[in-house]
């Protein structure tokens, strides 16, 4: 196989209460790249659609050529020539994991064309020398559900240790994006470096009692541990009719609801999609009233991960 086209999933990071440790991928949107290998040797990234010019064309400085760079230097095969385009499908700096899904889809890619020499867990540390490059910092809450496929926990980050949660069955995502600009850097600035005991151990309780409530297949448990003291307060700010929206999200049934990653994105967890519909609309038409477009995705939790178009 000398070409391939892949499209990776968008996540949902943190899950509210577990800031950078925990996330989810859904079915859509996503982003999607086109690989080819030639002779000469390299990576080069020759076309991006769907970006407005936002995102660079520079290998080194792009999050997709970067990090299939960094896959190669580790398997000493930068004599591999590559071409990539990248497509995007999805929102720049939504809140949905918008630079994980590219450079996921980039490693998927010269992954299988080299013959699927490495497990999609042990890509995530490429991927997350991608999400160092967009924010700053490399995490591993949006690209490892998007390598993986559903909700993964990250419970070290040194060393890497990577937990596969299971899903519960019927659970689906209500996605809105108010397309107001929330920079991933400028939210995590926003952060306390310091946190009261009190708060940190009510974070500790939402956090396992979450991951409880997917191993057990209990999405009320799930609902009542999707509560976040040290984050959100601060975040939501950013988000104009937050409060509200939360309002909306547990009126139309709702069993929580919060912010997506960074935000501006928001989600809520529904027990079926006609629920999660149901909170999308209420939630469009309220920010319809802000003077505030927005974009809606309703999913289930995507198991699978990237996938071959």
């Not at 892949?6 to 509210?16: E, G, M, R, S």
């Not at 040194?158 to 939210?187: G, H, N, R």
């Not at 309780?205 to 009320?220: E, K, M, P, R």
């Amino acid at each position: 196989m000398k070409e391939i086209k892949v499209f990776a999933p968008a996540t949902v990071a943190n899950v509210v209460c577990g800031f950078d440790v925990l996330g989810f991928a859904v079915n859509e949107p996503g982003d999607e790249v086109v690989m080819r290998l030639v002779d000469e040797p390299g990576v080069r990234l020759l076309k991006i659609t769907g970006d407005d010019g936002r995102l660079p064309l520079d290998s080194a400085k792009n999050t997709v050529s970067a990090s299939v760079q960094h896959y190669l230097k580790h398997l000493n095969r930068e004599d591999v020539g590559v071409e990539i385009e990248l497509h995007k499908k999805m929102p720049i700096g939504s809140g949905l994991g918008s630079s994980s899904a590219s450079t996921v889809a980039g490693l998927f890619a010269i992954n299988q064309l080299l013959g699927n020499l490495l497990t999609a867990k042990e890509l995530v540390p490429f991927a997350m020398k991608g999400e160092e490059l967009a924010c700053g910092y490399g995490h591993a809450d949006n690209v490892a559900p998007a390598l993986m496929g559903g909700f993964v926990l990250v419970r070290s980050y040194e060393p890497l240790d990577l937990i596969a949660l299971p899903t519960p069955k019927d659970l689906f995502a209500a996605i809105v994006y108010p397309e107001v600009e929330v920079p991933t850097k400028d939210a995590r600035q926003m952060i306390k470096a310091k946190v009261l005991l009190k708060d940190a151990v009510t974070q500790w309780g939402n956090v396992a009692g979450l991951v409880s409530g997917l191993f057990l297949n209990d999405i009320d448990l799930v609902g009542r541990s999707m509560k976040d003291v040290l984050i959100e307060p601060t975040r939501s700010i950013l988000i104009p009719g937050f409060e509200t929206l939360r309002e909306l999200a547990m009126e139309n049934g709702a069993v929580g609801f919060g912010i997506s990653g960074s935000g501006p994105s928001v989600f809520a967890l529904a027990k079926d999609e006609a629920t999660a519909r149901k909170i999308t609309d209420a939630q469009q038409n309220h920010l319809t009233k802000l003077n505030i477009n927005s974009n809606a995705y309703v999913s289930s939790v995507n198991a699978e991960g990237p996938r071959i178009m």
